[in-house]
């Protein structure tokens, strides 16, 4: 599996930490050259800083994924610089568990910026890239949100399972053409995104659960199926998967676990404002 990356060129949106740094660094264990790109220059480079064994295999890209322009100089700048561009994470984003009642639209515009515009700019200017290479392989983020819905996570859910439908098009949609899409669909795993709200702040009341699967093995196992071509990766994939199917299968007891969870999770945030 570590052939598929040996001296590939990937770029890794929201390198600077959580499963965006854990991906680029196990990238890096299999040989590739990564960009780890990011909005903050101060941010990415200390996590490229924390790389620094790796030498000139590790790179930086100031960009924010939110702005068309700085993802267009981005992709395209990269490409022209490295002379190809053979794999492309869109993984930047944020999250949001909160009551639809209290949602802004400026919450609503905010999130679909960060986790469904950014991954439209990414494929949008990776693709004819990749189509002039004549392969290429884009893996997009999305949740386990993005294929089951969970109550409570209206805004976020609606970002991912955009991601997801547009992923599983495009995978069926260019295999003809030499290019590869994959879906990273992660449940709880541990990363800062739980102490973050919809506006990029960090909140130290809110803490990782403590069901979160380590963030290390999800980035080896994300890069053991992107290896294998798979379209959704589902990590952990045990109960995950099960629970998936279930939903799509319209199981009773996968049904009566969600609304469980929406009426756990109403009473938890009416009592303390949080719900871990």
């Known amino acids: 599996m570590d052939e598929y990356y040996n001296g590939k060129i990937a770029i890794v949106t929201g390198a600077n930490?959580?499963?965006?740094?854990?991906?680029?660094?196990?990238?890096?264990?299999?040989?590739?050259?990564?960009?780890?790109?990011?909005?903050?220059?101060?941010k990415i480079a200390k996590a490229a800083g924390q790389l620094s064994a790796?030498?000139?295999?590790?790179?930086t890209l100031v960009m924010d994924v939110t702005k068309e322009e700085q993802v267009q100089k981005g992709i395209e700048g990269t490409a022209a610089a490295a002379g190809r561009l053979d794999l492309l994470f869109n993984n930047a984003g944020v999250g949001g568990t909160l009551p639809f009642e209290m949602a802004t639209l400026e919450d609503w515009k905010t999130i679909i910026?960060?986790?469904?515009?950014?991954?439209i700019y990414g494929v949008h200017f990776a693709v004819p890239v990749m189509l002039r290479q004549g392969s290429g392989h884009i893996v997009n983020t999305s949740s386990v949100a993005g294929i089951i819905p969970p109550p409570f996570?209206?805004?976020?859910?609606?970002?991912?399972?955009?991601?997801?439908g547009m992923t599983e098009c495009l995978k069926y949609e260019f295999a003809e053409k030499g290019l590869h899409f994959s879906t990273i669909c992660p449940a709880n795993i541990a990363t800062p995104i739980f102490k973050k709200s919809i506006d990029g702040k960090t909140h130290d009341d809110l803490r990782v659960?403590?069901?979160?699967?380590?963030?290390?093995?999800a980035a080896a196992f994300i890069l053991d199926r992107v290896a294998e071509q798979k379209g959704i990766i589902v990590v952990p994939e045990d109960p995950n998967t099960d629970v998936w199917k279930g939903y799509v299968l319209g199981d009773r007891e996968v049904e009566e676990w969600l609304y469980r969870m929406a009426h756990d999770r109403r009473e938890a945030f009416e009592k303390t404002g949080t719900y871990f």
């Open 54 to 59: 790796y030498g000139d295999r590790v790179r």
């Open 209 to 217: 659960p403590d069901d979160a699967y380590p963030v290390e093995k």
């Open 113 to 119: 910026d960060t986790n469904l515009w950014s991954v």
């Open 17 to 42: 930490s959580g499963i965006g740094y854990a991906v680029s660094e196990e990238l890096l264990k299999r040989g590739a050259i990564v960009y780890m790109a990011g909005r903050s220059r101060e």
């Open 153 to 164: 996570q209206a805004l976020y859910s609606l970002t991912k399972f955009g991601v997801t």
